[in-house]
């Protein structure tokens, strides 16, 4: 959470006016967190600019019977899924 951040990074809130992620955001577990953070950080009008590594979704390309045959047991998020975490 928020409080649980360094006092130097806390210090900044609402002061970045600019915050730039180059294929990164994908390595972050808790999504949902990052963009908490991200959005403190801003300042109004602030721009939050991120290039994101979507993965396509293989399980929805496989049939019921594809995935018995190869015993393919794979979870994976849709588009919509991945974009409505970091939202």
């Known amino acids: 959470s928020w409080d649980s ?13 600019l915050i730039v992620s ?6 972050f577990p808790d999504k949902s967190r990052l963009m908490h953070v991200v959005s403190k950080l801003l300042a109004k009008n602030g721009e939050f600019v991120a ?12 049939t019921d019977e594809q995935k018995r045959q190869y015993n393919i047991k794979l979870q994976t998020k849709s588009e919509s899924q991945q974009l409505d975490e970091i939202r």
């Open 51 to 62: 290039n994101y590594v979507r993965t396509p979704d293989v399980m929805s390309l496989l």
């Open 22 to 27: 180059d294929f990164v955001i994908h390595w």
């Open 5 to 17: 951040l360094s006092p130097v990074l806390k210090a900044l809130e609402s002061k970045v006016s």
